[in-house]
């Protein structure tokens, strides 16, 4: 938002709002974006929308000119961190579904590799859907993995890489689980911009998930095969 012109948010309508967001991801304005994401709360949008029309229609304008040597790392990491302070205040609010806990998740980036938004994103939305997720964070060896698995028990393993030169990094996680013996007991989702389902079919992975909401109906889906087989 430049300093000569005095928006009024209020006077947005929800296409102008949701372009100011983008505008102000873009130039890495945290107190803006917060601004603006609790104006469209105000307004009774959903979290989700915001999250995905706002925030992650802007970051994908951020990759682009990433891409295209426009923008540089250190701009990246200010829109980043406007993300970030977007989604602190939908996290909560995207958990709030009072359901009952359906399975548990364990997720991390892995070895080698620092983005945590999209990993974030879906936990956020596992977590909205009634999973209890545990974020390993970024950078995660296998023993990192291995060790989260023996201590939570969980029903899924989720693992995200952005990358090519971290993506074959899930192969060395999905080749220990199955040299400790416990390859068969956890659900291995994968996903990250540069993997695909073939991907994940090579590395022995159970699925590759496309964005967060497919990881959430995989999810869901993979935990209805697993409760009936026990029945
Ligand atoms: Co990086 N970066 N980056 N970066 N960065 C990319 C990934 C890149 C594609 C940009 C580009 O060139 N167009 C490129 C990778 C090229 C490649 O490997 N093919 C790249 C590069 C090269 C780099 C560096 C090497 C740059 C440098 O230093 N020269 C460096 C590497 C650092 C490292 O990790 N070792 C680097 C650094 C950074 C920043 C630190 C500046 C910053 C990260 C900040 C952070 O995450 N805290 C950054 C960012 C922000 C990006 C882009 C612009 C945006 C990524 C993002 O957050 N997208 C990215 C370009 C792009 O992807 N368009 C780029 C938004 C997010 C919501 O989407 O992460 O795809 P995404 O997640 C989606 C799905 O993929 C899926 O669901 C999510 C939500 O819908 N998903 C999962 C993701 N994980 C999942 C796990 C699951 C399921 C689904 O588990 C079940």
Known sequence: MSDEEEIILSELSREELYELM?????????????????EALSRGYTPYDILTGGLVAGMDIVGIDFRDGILFVPEVLMAAKAMKAGMGILRPLLAETGAPRIGKMVIGTVKGDI??????????????AGFEVIDLGINNSVDKYLGA???????????SALLTTTMPYMRVVIQALKEEGIRQ?????????????TFAEDIEADAYCRDAAVAVETAKKFMQIRQASRQ
């Open 22 to 38: 983008h505008e102000d991801l873009y130039d890495g304005y945290a107190a803006e974006i917060e601004e603006e994401v609790h």
């Open 115 to 128: 983005h945590d938004i999209g990993k974030n994103l879906v936990g956020m939305m596992m977590e909205g």
């Open 149 to 159: 698995i023996k201590e939570h028990e969980p029903d899924i393993l989720g693992m």
């Open 185 to 197: 007991d956890i659900i291995v989702l994968v996903g990250g911009a540069p993997l695909n389902e």
